[in-house]
């Protein structure tokens, strides 16, 4: 099963630009509102598709920058994250955690995009470590 993240913007035109500009991802399909905003959009990087769509009345979905925080993280893999960084960093994304080496072997740097989703690009790859580390559980 696929898994697709869905974010909500303010302004979701800026959103995308900036997502495609920054971080690289490619507009796959926009459905706009009746006002011209944004209902609907998907956009990919490589295997990865995430919706981002405008805040709208009615609706619980709300931007970072309207709650004033932020409560999770996306996790992307990029293949050179130190390039991928100075890509973002040179669009105007805030870098909060330069990059660096992780200790469950990985490379990775934290950056929020202009409305203040937090986003963690490295070069790890999920389920790396599944076969080899037994699981911790807590009870």
Same mark, same amino acid.
């Given at each position: 099963?696929? $898994?697709?993240?869905?974010?909500?913007?303010?302004?979701? $035109?800026?959103a995308i630009d900036f997502l495609e500009r920054a971080f690289g991802y490619r507009r796959r399909l926009v459905v706009p509102t009746p006002e011209g905003g944004v209902l609907h959009s998907e956009l990919s990087l490589g295997d990865g598709v995430i919706f981002v769509s405008e805040e709208r009345a009615g609706d619980v979905r709300r931007s970072p920058k309207t709650l004033g925080a932020t409560c999770s993280s996306l996790c992307v893999a990029v293949e050179d994250p130190d390039a991928h960084c100075e890509r973002a960093r040179a669009a105007g994304a805030l870098i909060l955690q330069e990059p660096e080496d992780t200790n469950f072997g990985a490379r990775g740097y934290l950056?929020?995009?202009?409305?203040?989703?937090n986003w963690f690009f490295s070069n790890y790859t999920p389920g790396e470590f599944w076969d080899d580390v037994p699981c911790q559980a807590q009870k």
């Open positions: 099963m696929n $898994h697709v993240m869905s974010l909500t913007y303010v302004d979701g $035109h800026a950056a929020a995009d202009l409305e203040g989703h």
